[in-house]
């Protein structure tokens, strides 16, 4: 049996999402080929840096464009336009038709299904994050053979909105979370000792804050010391000149960040390293301030306070693509940013039990690692045996988190 695990995208921020799975996968069936193919030399980097972090080896190929065309429209639109990413499937369909599984993190590879014609390819999603969004549960995730999740939350949505049917899904936990840092890190500029705030919109320019109020997030850290501040927004915001989205069609310029902004001491400006999407960050600060990014779940590992820019008045309560609000105050901006992060601090006591229920709906994590997990399943899948031959995961509590540690987060 052959399964390859495809990352194709422009950013490193889905490799995380599924490569533990393979490299679990190939521990546990070595009669199994697993090969991991990438697009870019920035993916390549990260499945080596990653592999190397888990202490596993990995069989990676380079998918490329082979076709005249192809490379043509790539060197004149791709600023613009992710025409590589799509481009991809056609010119390597013999890979695609070699194999007797694919997973991946995104959608954008059922082109191989309802364009290409490899119907009986098995194309099974891993997802990536664990967030809200509607677009997360559209009907395309029913085009997919199989659909591992984190959680309740995100199998139901699937089940209820998409149309996925139940036995199309397995539950297998956050295989990102394998690569967690057993200590919590911290960035030489924390050695100041002051409350650490991670700012982390999203790209979208119909939900994120940036265009609107993101400016005067960094302006406010600039002008107030009390607080450092790691800028690290979602890795697609600044990769172009511009961004464009598809969920609701509109395009905006993220722009440039002013030397000024870089030089401030209490500023860490990260506009897409793998820190960005490893966690690093989600775990070194004490606060989060964002919009809508997914990250926000991943910070909730460790109960902290949040706080959310509300750029555009959106319907957000009651409202499930916003469930993640629920997790702390909601400013219309950041005009009043200083005295909101003080009463995020403040009353943070009053949203902690919200904060619990959220992670554990959205990630149902046992003993057993997830990515292990999610292997089981997998094979589950392709080459179902005897269930009661299989390991059976032990469950416990997602947050067992001794006192101390809670009292001082």
Same mark, same amino acid.
């Given at each position: 049996?052959?399964?390859? #695990? ?46 190397a972090?888990? +202490? ?10 082979? +076709? ?11 600023? %613009? ?44 999603? $891993? ?40 036995d ?14 057993? $200590?919590?890190?911290?960035?030489? #500029? ?8 991670y700012?982390n ?36 915001? #600044?990769?172009?000149? #511009? ?12 722009g440039?960040?002013?030397?000024r902004?870089?030089?401030?001491p ?6 897409? +390293? ?5 966690? $690093?960050?989600t ?8 919009d ?53 601090v ?48 032990v469950? %416990?509590?997602?947050l ?10």
């Open positions: 049996m052959k399964i390859g #695990f495809l990352f194709n995208h422009d950013q490193i921020h889905q490799v995380a999402h599924s490569l533990p799975i393979a490299l679990a996968l190939a521990e546990a069936n070595p009669q199994v080929e697993v090969v991991v193919a990438v697009t870019n030399d920035r993916l390549a980097a990260e499945v080596e840096r990653l592999a972090k888990l +202490s596993r080896p990995v069989t990676m190929i380079r998918l490329g464009l082979t +076709s005249r065309l192809a490379r043509f429209a790539a060197r004149y639109l791709e600023a %613009v336009l992710p025409v590589t990413k799509l481009a991809i499937y056609r010119d390597n369909l013999p890979f695609f038709q070699s194999l007797d599984a694919l997973i991946v993190a995104e959608k954008t590879s059922l082109l191989l299904k309802t364009r290409y014609g490899l119907a009986d390819l098995k194309i099974i999603h $891993t997802r990536h994050g664990a967030g809200d969004r509607a677009i997360g549960f559209d009907k395309a995730s029913a085009g997919f053979d199989h659909v591992l999740v984190s959680g309740s939350k995100i199998r139901d949505r699937l089940i209820r909105e998409a149309g996925v049917p139940a199309r899904i397995s539950t297998v936990g956050y295989p990102k979370f394998d690569l967690m840092p057993e $200590t919590q890190p911290k960035l030489p #500029f924390q050695s100041n000792g002051k409350p650490t705030i700012y919109p999203h790209p979208s320019p119909h939900l994120s804050s940036w265009y609107e109020d993101g400016r005067a997030v960094l302006d406010y850290f600039l002008n107030d010391d009390r607080y450092n501040l790691i800028f690290a927004p979602h890795v697609m915001l #600044f990769h172009r000149k #511009f961004v464009v989205t598809i969920d609701k069609l509109r395009i905006d310029r993220p440039v960040i002013e030397q902004y870089y030089d401030a209490n500023i860490h400006i990260d506009l897409g +390293s793998s820190a960005s999407t490893d966690m $690093t960050y775990a070194a600060a004490d606060i989060y301030l964002g809508v990014s997914s990250q926000v779940y991943e910070f909730l590992h460790r109960p902290r306070p949040c706080l959310f820019i509300d750029s555009h008045d959106a319907d957000w309560r009651g409202n499930k693509n916003y469930a993640h609000w629920q997790a702390g105050e909601v400013i219309p901006d950041a005009e009043n940013l200083g005295a909101a992060l003080d009463r995020a403040a009353g943070h006591d009053r949203f902690r039990p919200v904060q619990r229920e959220l992670f554990q709906r959205s990630f149902e994590l046992t003993a057993e690692r997830s990515a292990m997990r999610a292997a089981r399943a997998l094979m589950n899948v392709l080459a179902p045996v005897d269930p009661l031959v299989l390991p059976q995961s469950p %416990v509590e997602p067992a988190i001794p006192a101390a540690v809670e009292r001082a987060a």
